[in-house]
């Protein structure tokens, strides 16, 4: 079976500090997709990141990086110098390489940035 | 930049009544899917839809739902009776078959706040 989990159900930080949020997953699949998705007080889910199991490079887009190891079958999620707008869930999910998607999600990690 | 977009984007009902929740997919999307949140819960898949039927179902979508294309832009999620326990924000997202950069990346619409009283 697979399974996400994002064992932080909340953090609290202040504006500017770096944060990082965790993503450990089990598949049985050799082959995956991995997302992060943003859920903002607003409710929609708006699309972050795809990552391939077969690419272990991290990745970087601003102030965002991901860490992908598929050795600890995790793929975390760091914030550096957050902002109050970063403030949401933040939801890993597990995902299929071709056909129909079916994404397994894990619980979210609620965000909270203070100024 | 392409959306999918959801109408209703809240509707109350009352137990036993029927629902419709409607959806345009991103035009060159050729996956469909529903997913549902119940509040301060995780993500849910209920169904994919391509080729004009369902590909895959999960146990939540009972012989209560449906999913339908009417016709080539709009994608609808029909609860029949609906029950207490259906209230939940309804996702609607679409995916392409494409191998590239977003193939099989699921984008989804901004939800449907479904309560039922």
């Known amino acids: 079976a697979q399974k996400v989990t994002q064992a932080q159900t909340e953090i609290s930080v202040v504006e500017k500090e770096d944060v990082t949020l965790d993503c450990v997953y089990e598949?049985?699949?050799?082959?995956?997709?991995l997302f992060w998705y943003k859920q903002p007080p607003s409710g929609e889910l708006v699309f972050l990141i795809r990552?391939?199991?077969?690419?272990?490079q991290n990745e970087i887009s601003g102030r965002y990086s991901w860490n992908f190891q598929k050795s600890t079958s995790s793929f975390n999620f760091t914030i550096t110098a957050s902002q109050v707008v970063d403030s949401a869930v933040y939801f890993c999910a597990l995902g299929r390489i071709q056909g129909a998607q079916k994404l397994v999600f894990g619980q979210g990690t609620r965000l909270t940035i203070n100024p | 930049e392409p959306e999918v977009t959801q109408t209703p984007s809240h509707q109350v009902t009352q137990m036993g009544q029927e629902v419709i929740l409607r959806c345009v997919p991103i035009s060159n999307h050729l996956y469909f899917y529903w997913y549902r949140q119940i509040l301060g819960q995780k993500v849910e898949f209920l169904v994919s839809?391509?080729?004009?039927?369902?590909?895959?179902k999960s146990e939540i979508f009972d012989d209560q739902f449906s999913v339908e294309r009417p016709d080539g832009s709009n994608f609808t999620l029909k609860i029949r009776s609906t029950k207490l326990e259906d209230s939940a924000m309804y996702f609607c997202?679409?995916?392409?078959?494409?191998?590239?950069?977003?193939?099989?990346?699921?984008?989804f619409g901004e939800g449907s706040w479904l309560t039922v009283v």
């Open positions: 990552r391939n199991s077969f690419d272990e």
């Open positions: 598949t049985r699949d050799t082959t995956y997709y």
């Open positions: 997202a679409s995916s392409t078959r494409d191998r590239g950069n977003s193939g099989n990346t699921i984008y």
């Open positions: 839809f391509y080729n004009n039927e369902i590909s895959e």
